[in-house]
Every structure is written in structure tokens, then in C-alpha cells.
């Protein structure tokens, strides 16, 4: 009989040739063998050496620098990035009712247009009369006399004016075009027929009653102003104009310009102080 031959080989090696359990039972379940002790669940990772980076100081950072969310500059971060946030609703909502075509303006243009279409009204029938000689009217040249027999000194300019500012200025207003530059008109001419009738009598006249009296020329001259502070409305034709609904500082200037060239014109075409027998001008 021949004996068995010694196995002279290392324990330990033979050891590590036999698969353990572990390794045999991912090769049962898998079908394959290990290639990495990570692949089996029953081992154990590798202990790292050195502990993970937590603070800025292990980080290397500067805790000085604020990072990206602390800095006051920074954009706002939102939950959702590629949804933008709502835009803030504007400031102005007179200019987005306008246009909106929003016109919470009750009854006030219908009754800028009704002053309008009787203050122009009025200053039309008058310069009618004064040209064409309609509604019993001096005519031109009548006009152009009883402007040399109340103390004017260039008639036919003073006739000329006096027409155009009652008619043009009458006719412009009630179709509300140029309306600051018509009433502007309106009021320079009735401001001189005011001081005209007021100065031919000594004392201050006022009654409509006596032919010097200056009631009318003053309300006409007051709705003059009034048109030309408050614009004429959207029921004309300056409409899309600033002046039509929100007239400001331009209104007191046209406003101060009418009453500048009535004294003007008053002082340089009649001669006198259009101020004569009211109170301390008597």
C-alpha cells in the first residue's frame, strides 16, 4: 500500500483557500463570485483614517466672508426656481384705470361740456354781431366806430381783436379744441369789456340793471377762469390731451398770461387804469 502523501502545505494558506460562508452564500445568491468586500453585506467597510470636515475651520474658510444666503446683496432664494416671482402691482392706478379705459368720472365731463357750449355760446352770438351784423349787431363797422366813441385810440386793431377773441374763442370752446389757449382768449376780451364799462362811470358798477354795470362781464369772465383751470372734459375734442382731465401748473400759467394781456392790451389800445372808481383806485 502506498501511503498518503503529506500535505506539507501552510495550514494558514489552505485556510485562505477555502471560501467563507459569507463568500459562499453571495455566490449562491448572485450567481458570481466576489470581486469586492463591499459586494457582500456582511462585511464591514474600511474605518477611514481621518474624521470628515464639519466646521469652516477644518474647512479652510474664512468664517469672515458671509456665504451665498447671508450676503444683504444677495437675490432672494425661492422654493421653486424656475417659477419667477409675481411682479408688484403697479403704484400709479390712476394711469392703469386709464388705461384700462376705467372713466369713474360721473356726470362731470357732460357738465364741462354743457359750461363749455354756453360760456362759448355767449361769446359766439357776441362776435357774430360784431362781424356780420346778425342779432341786431353793430356790424364791423359799426363796431370799429363805437370803439373810436368809448376812447380808443387804434379802432379798427381794437375792432379786429375784440372779434376774433369772441368769435374764434367762442367756436373753439365749444368744440373744446386748444380749450386753455380759447378761454385764455375769451377771458383777455371780457376782461377789457369789464374794465371798459366799469371806467366810464365814476364808482364801482356792478348791477345788470344800469348800462355800465359789469355783472355779466364777471360771471363770464369767472367761468372763463374756471375753464381754463379745470380743462374741458373728454366730451371734446382735446381729449387725449393733459389739459382735458388733468390740467395743473401749465392751467395757471395760461391763467396768468389771459390776465396779463387784457392789461396790456387795455392799457396800451385805451389809455386808462382799468382798475378806475373801485375802491382805492377811485
Do not use: C
Not at 242 to 250: I, V
Amino acid at each position: 500500500m502506498t501511503e498518503k502523501p503529506k500535505d506539507t502545505s501552510d495550514p494558514s494558506a489552505a485556510r485562505s483557500t477555502v471560501p467563507s460562508t459569507a463568500e459562499q452564500s453571495a455566490v449562491s445568491t448572485t450567481g458570481r463570485g466576489v470581486s469586492s468586500p463591499f459586494d457582500s453585506p456582511t462585511e464591514q467597510f474600511p474605518k477611514l483614517t481621518k474624521d470628515v470636515p464639519r466646521t469652516d475651520d477644518e474647512l479652510g474658510l474664512d468664517p469672515q466672508v458671509p456665504s451665498v444666503g447671508d450676503s444683504p446683496d444677495a437675490p432672494p432664494a425661492y422654493a421653486y426656481a424656475s417659477i419667477p416671482p409675481a411682479a408688484n402691482a403697479p403704484n400709479d392706478t390712476g394711469r392703469l384705470r386709464r388705461r384700462n379705459g376705467d372713466s369713474r368720472r360721473g356726470t362731470l365731463d357732460f357738465g364741462l361740456f354743457l359750461l363749455r357750449l354756453i360760456v362759448g355760446g355767449v361769446f359766439i352770438y357776441h362776435g357774430l354781431q360784431k362781424l356780420t351784423g346778425w342779432f341786431n349787431g353793430p356790424g364791423l363797422d359799426g363796431t370799429r366806430d363805437m370803439m373810436a366813441s368809448g376812447g380808443w385810440d387804434h379802432q379798427t386793431l381794437a375792432a379786429i381783436l375784440v372779434t376774433i377773441g369772441e368769435l374764434g374763442g367762442g367756436v373753439l370752446l365749444v368744440l373744446g379744441l386748444a380749450t386753455p389757449f380759447a378761454a385764455g382768449a375769451v377771458l383777455a376780451v371780457i376782461l377789457d369789456a369789464w374794465a371798459w364799462k366799469q371806467g366810464m362811470i365814476p364808482g364801482f358798477q356792478f348791477k345788470a340793471a344800469v348800462p355800465t354795470g359789469v355783472e355779466l362781464e364777471s360771471i363770464l369772465a369767472g367761468t372763463a377762469a374756471v375753464i381754463i383751470l379745470t380743462g374741458p372734459g373728454r366730451w371734446s375734442f382735446d381729449r387725449n390731451r393733459g389739459w382735458a382731465t388733468r390740467p395743473f401748473a401749465g392751467s395757471f400759467v395760461v391763467l396768468v398770461l389771459a390776465i396779463a394781456a387784457a392789461i396790456g392790451t387795455y392799457w396800451y389800445l385805451h389809455g386808462g387804469n382799468p382798475f378806475t372808481g373801485i375802491g382805492p383806485f377811485d
